[in-house]
Nanobody
């Protein structure tokens, strides 16, 4: 059984920074193909924020380019999301996603709230 564990959310003022972390727990029996972050604001659909694929290939939503950086530690199967210049519109629950083999696993989500 694989669980995805996120940490690092919280409350920050506009212009501030937060760093999210995500790692799987449990038995990792196959290679992790991709890890990434999605977010869901109240009343909105879940959207992609940033993903990191095998070979450290990264993709970002246009709304976070230049402000957010996704990175990872392959030895620890950990992915990070450094969020700078946060704005109130970044307020959402942030979910970590892990694709391993044919399956995608999701974390429980961590709340990020940006006050104006």
């Amino acid at each position: 059984q694989v669980q995805v564990v996120e940490s690092g959310g919280g409350l920050v003022q506009a212009g501030g920074s937060l760093r999210l972390s995500c790692a799987p727990s449990g038995t990792i029996s196959t290679s992790i193909n991709r890890m990434g972050w999605y977010r869901q604001a109240p009343g909105k659909q879940r959207e992609l924020v940033a993903i990191r694929s095998s070979g450290s290939i990264t993709n970002y939503a246009d709304s976070v380019k230049g402000r957010f950086t996704i990175s990872g530690d392959d030895a620890k199967n950990t992915v990070y999301l450094q969020m700078n210049s946060l704005q109130p519109e970044d307020t959402a629950v942030y979910y970590c996603s892990l694709k391993m083999g044919l399956f995608t696993y999701w974390g429980q989500g961590t709340q990020v709230t940006v006050s104006s």
